[in-house]
């Protein structure tokens, strides 16, 4: 069940889309949100899950991702 959702995935939609994750933060990767987002493809997103939520082990690829998506105003973390 991990990065289940992909870049076709979402390219699949007629059009762009809102985000909401609370199942699992496997199922999208960091990069590929910060990615979604810089497209427009993805117009905001709200994540109460992350793809990796001990945020001291984050890889840089992860790091980089989340960083992003931090710093957005387009992302609303809730407490999961």
Same mark, same amino acid.
């Given at each position: 069940?991990?990065?289940?959702?992909?870049e076709?995935?979402f390219?699949?939609?007629?059009?762009?889309?809102?985000?909401?994750?609370?199942?699992?933060? =496997?199922?999208?990767?960091?990069?590929?949100?910060?990615s979604?987002?810089?497209s427009?493809r993805?117009?905001?997103?709200?994540?109460d899950?992350?793809?990796?939520e001990?945020?001291a082990?984050?890889?840089?690829?992860?790091?980089?991702?989340? =960083?992003?998506?931090i710093?957005? =105003?387009?992302?609303?973390?809730?407490p999961?």
């Amino acid at each position: 069940n991990k990065a289940i959702f992909t870049e076709d995935f979402f390219q699949n939609f007629r059009n762009d889309i809102f985000l909401v994750n609370t199942a699992r933060g =496997e199922l999208l990767d960091l990069q590929l949100l910060k990615s979604l987002l810089i497209s427009g493809r993805v117009k905001g997103m709200c994540l109460d899950v992350l793809e990796n939520e001990k945020l001291a082990t984050l890889t840089p690829s992860q790091k980089e991702g989340f =960083e992003y998506l931090i710093q957005s =105003e387009k992302v609303l973390f809730a407490p999961h």
